[in-house]
């Protein structure tokens, strides 16, 4: 079983342009959860998808960014006209269910976004 | 609002134990985890414990919980260079999706 797929897992864009990131839960999950690193920090919440549905998206910056979960396909982050201030690493998780115990959320390794 | 905080850097030499501490401000929290991210790496669950355990031994690894105080420890025995990794603490509520994590703790293992 695959675990947490995601791709790119480097990708370089210039201001302006637009981000996509992708990521392949684990077989037989239906929640994604998407997480912002920015440099020398931990990672921090931004959106929870079930699929067709956006469940969370408190710490989705309110501007440029979003985030769909298609009943076919990959999750995808979506960041436009990106800056600088963009770059980070972003990280997927995925569940099988509602995060109700304790080890259920399984990370991929996560796509490092560089903003020239 | 819920904050999780972490030393940022630890130095060992190598057959030595480590220990990582974290504090935290949800008395709400149910589950406690340590992480562990290699360089360019995801992150690997290493161990969590439940806010009604006061201790959990796992191989080299122990995990504390203070939970008066809101204080967990990990503590890795015979720390190895291949321990060389940012170790992090994040805490999750019941039934919450959240996981709130620290700012990593950077354990540099000498030889």
């Known amino acids: 079983n695959a675990g947490v797929m995601q791709n790119p897992r480097h990708l370089v864009r210039r201001r302006g342009q637009e981000a996509r990131l992708r990521c392949s839960p684990m077989?037989?999950?239906?929640?994604v959860y998407w997480y912002r690193q920015l440099p020398e920090e931990g990672l921090k919440f931004m959106v929870y998808?079930?699929?067709?549905?956006?469940?969370?998206e408190s710490g989705m910056p309110k501007e440029r960014f979003s985030a769909e979960f298609p009943k076919e396909g990959p999750s995808i982050l979506r960041i436009q006209q990106v800056v600088r201030g963009d770059s980070a690493a972003y990280f997927c998780?995925?569940?099988?269910?509602?995060?109700?115990?304790?080890?259920?959320?399984?990370f991929g390794p996560g796509t490092r976004l560089t903003v020239l | 609002g819920e904050d999780v905080e972490q030393s940022l850097f630890l130095s060992v030499r190598e057959g030595d134990s480590s220990v990582i501490n974290c504090t935290y401000t949800?008395?709400?929290?149910?589950?406690l985890y340590w992480y562990k991210q290699e360089p360019g790496a995801g992150l690997q669950l290493l161990t969590y414990?439940?806010?009604?355990?006061d201790m959990k031994q796992d191989q080299r690894l122990t995990v504390l919980l203070n939970k008066k105080d809101k204080h967990l420890s990990l503590r890795i025995a015979d720390t190895q260079t291949g321990d060389s990794a940012i170790y992090f603490c994040?805490?999750?509520?019941?039934?919450?999706?959240?996981?709130?994590f620290g700012a990593g703790t950077r354990l540099f293992v000498k030889a």
């Open positions: 994040a805490e999750s509520s019941l039934g919450g999706f959240k996981t709130i």
């Open positions: 077989k037989g999950h239906s929640h």
């Open positions: 998808l079930q699929k067709e549905n956006i469940i969370d």
């Open positions: 998780a995925s569940s099988p269910d509602r995060v109700t115990s304790s080890d259920t959320q399984y």
């Open positions: 414990i439940f806010s009604n355990m």
């Open positions: 949800d008395s709400s929290s149910t589950y």
